[in-house]
Every structure is written in C-alpha cells, then in structure tokens.
C-alpha cells in the first residue's frame, strides 16, 4: 500500500523556524509535493522536487532524499499569514497516456503564536 | 492564471437525491481530478480523468460516478446521495507534462 506520514500539528512562534517533515513509502515515485491550505480554502502549489536535495523560494524552502523516502519543508521568518495546513503529496508516476495519481499525507496544522 | 470553478461553495442535499458538483477550468487542461478532504484522513482521490470522455477510478470511487463531456468541465455525480458523503469536494486540473496540479475553491456538500 501507499502511505505518507506528516505530523498532525505543529505550533511555533512569529519571526522563528520551523521544519516540517514528511516520509513516504509508495509503490512508485515521480516526485513531491508540498501544498499550503489555509482553512476553508483550497490547496496552493509551494514546491516540487523530483531529485535529491534543496529547493529554495523565498522564505519556503523544501528538501528531498529519495533513497530515505524522506522530505521536509522549512519555513523562515514566519508570519502569522502562515497558519495553515501543509500537505505533502507523492506523485507514482509520470505523465504519458495515462495521468500519475497524487498521493497526499493527511496534513499538518501549523499554527503560528505571537 | 490559471482558474478552476467550482458550482457551489456550500450544498445541502437530502439523502437519496441525485446530486451533481460541476467543475469548470478555462486553461485547456487535459487532466482532471475529483477530490474529497475529510478531518484526519486527508485528501483522497475519487475519479480522474485524462482526456474527454475518459476516466479512471480512484481510491474512493464508491457511489460516485463522472463525467467529461468537454474537455474544460468534469462533472462529479452522486447517484443517491448518503450521509458518509458529507465532505468537502476538490476539483483540481493540469496540462500533460506538468505534475502540479491546480485546485478550485471547494463545495461543502452537507447530505441530512
């Protein structure tokens, strides 16, 4: 079977660090995603790896190691705009005739005191 | 920017009814999704599809079924609706090519 784990929750303070983490065992990978949800709302695109290592954007930057099916995603500088959930999804396969199915992990529920 | 609809925001429906979600994207995309969140189990996929009048199931296809007659709308069905339908509905699309999806704003279906 397929299965993704993250942590339920997660609290941390406005303007520190916080590292969410995210293991997987598929029957097949294609790549990762992380996609932030705010409450109520539908999920936004934050990253993609598909290799091994660091992808940085900003004040998000997502990490990848395939050979631990492992990946985590870091979030400097927090601000209160970044409560939200935080799903991370295994995409099986490619694209070709037929469409790789996303597998999400259940989210993380990141909330940020003052 | 690409932009995907969805009918309704909120829905309430009895048990039994016939219910039908539709979704709209306007980018031209190939593949589309039906989606639902439930608290503690995440996002779960319930049909695909990659081309008109195609489809797949997904992990959840019980009682649901779809339909894609045009390739910018992908309708989600529930033939007789239940209360274990209660949820939120994701509509998400993409072009061929490109693994990220994107996603529309979600509808509420609450079945009394």
């Known amino acids: 079977g397929q299965n993704i784990d993250q942590p339920t929750e997660m609290t941390a303070t406005e303007g520190a660090i916080v590292q969410i983490n995210c293991t997987y065992q598929?029957?097949?990978?294609?790549?990762l995603f992380w996609y932030q949800q705010h409450a109520g709302e539908a999920p936004t695109f934050l990253s993609y790896?598909?290799?091994?290592g660091l992808e940085e954007k900003g004040r998000f930057s997502s990490f990848l190691s395939r050979s631990k099916g492992y990946s985590y995603l870091l979030l400097k500088e927090l601000q209160m705009k970044d409560s939200a959930s935080y799903l991370c999804?295994?995409?099986?396969?490619?694209?070709?005739?037929?469409?790789?199915?996303?597998?999400f992990g259940k989210g993380t529920k990141l909330s940020v005191k003052p | 920017d690409v932009k995907v609809t969805q009918s309704s925001r909120y829905l309430v429906k009895r048990t039994g009814e016939k219910v039908f979600l539709e979704c709209v994207q306007d980018?031209?995309?190939?593949?589309m999704f039906w989606y639902r969140q439930d608290p503690g189990l995440g996002l779960r996929l319930i049909y695909f599809?990659?081309?008109?009048?195609?489809?797949e199931k997904g992990d959840i296809p019980e009682g649901y079924s779809v339909s894609r007659e045009k390739k910018e709308r992908f309708s989600l069905i529930l033939e007789s609706a239940s209360t274990s339908q209660t949820s939120m509905y994701l509509c998400?699309?993409?072009?061929?090519?490109?693994?990220?999806?994107?996603f529309g704003p979600g509808t509420r279906l609450t079945v009394t």
């Open positions: 790896n598909v290799l091994d």
């Open positions: 999804a295994v995409i099986l396969r490619g694209y070709g005739g037929s469409q790789g199915n996303l597998i």
């Open positions: 980018m031209d995309h190939e593949n």
């Open positions: 998400a699309s993409s072009p061929v090519g490109e693994n990220e999806q994107y």
């Open positions: 599809s990659y081309d008109v009048k195609m489809k």
């Open positions: 598929t029957s097949g990978f294609n790549g």
